[in-house]
């Protein structure tokens, strides 16, 4: 079956970075696309970004430009976001989900999420 | 960029009701338009696709449609495991946006 793992919390202070892992397993890597999406403590949900696990390219959201490095390992079929300059307001669930401009942005498998603290 | 205006905020309804949440996007679209079902703690579940397929296993009594700019979900008969946060999300164009969310509660 399809999974989504991510890797366990994190705490950085600001000015840190902090990198995500999605390893995915049950269909092959390169054939969807990976999105992250975040969500902050009580608040919706905002999208990050994807990288094209094909080619490697990527679309970030303009308030996450040069800040955010979105990169894939295909040896071990996984995904990885590392964000930059973290700030308080960083504080939130990071997710990845499936998709792609080739396969539709569904976003029908999800990973379990990521709890990444930003504290002094 | 695509806004999505999502209303209502917060609904409270009684099992077995009708639930409708709307979601108007600011600009003329495609129907690639997503319902997600999020409950405490875990992360969102896909339930209707392109505005208004079924997702597989989703019950049918959750339900999708769309007249010019504004999406709608129900939920036709309205049950305790319901109890969730919806969010609409639109990828007809990037970036990818989400509405706001409708915080759904059982009175």
């Known amino acids: 079956q399809v999974q989504l793992l991510q890797s366990g919390g994190e705490v950085r202070k600001p000015g840190a970075s902090v990198r995500v892992s999605c390893r995915v397993s049950?269909?092959?890597?390169?054939?969807?696309?990976i999105n992250w999406v975040r969500q902050a403590p009580g608040q919706g949900l905002e999208w990050m970004g994807w990288i094209s696990t094909s080619h490697g390219n990527t679309d970030y959201a303009q308030q996450f430009q040069g800040r955010v490095t979105m990169t894939t390992d295909p040896s071990t079929s996984t995904a990885y976001m590392e964000l930059g300059s973290l700030r308080s307001d960083d504080t939130a669930v990071y997710f990845c989900?499936?998709?792609?401009?080739?396969?539709?942005?569904?976003?029908?498998?999800w990973g379990q999420g990521t709890l990444v603290t930003v504290s002094s | 960029d695509i806004q999505m205006t999502q209303s209502p905020s917060s609904l409270s309804a009684s099992v077995g009701d009708r639930v409708t949440i709307t979601c108007q996007a600011s600009q003329d679209m495609r129907s690639y338009l997503n319902w997600f079902q999020q409950k405490p703690g875990k992360a969102p579940k896909l339930l209707i696709y392109d505005a208004s397929k079924l997702e597989t296993g989703v019950p049918s009594r959750f339900s999708g449609s769309r007249s010019g700019t504004e999406f709608t979900f129900t939920i036709s008969d309205l049950q305790p495991e319901d109890i969730a946060t919806y969010y609409c999300?639109?990828?007809?164009?990037?970036?990818?946006?989400f509405g706001q969310g409708t915080r759904l509660e059982i009175k």
């Open positions: 049950g269909y092959s890597f390169h054939t969807y696309g």
């Open positions: 989900a499936r998709g792609g401009v080739a396969t539709g942005f569904y976003f029908e498998y």
């Open positions: 999300q639109q990828f007809d164009s990037l970036p990818i946006t």
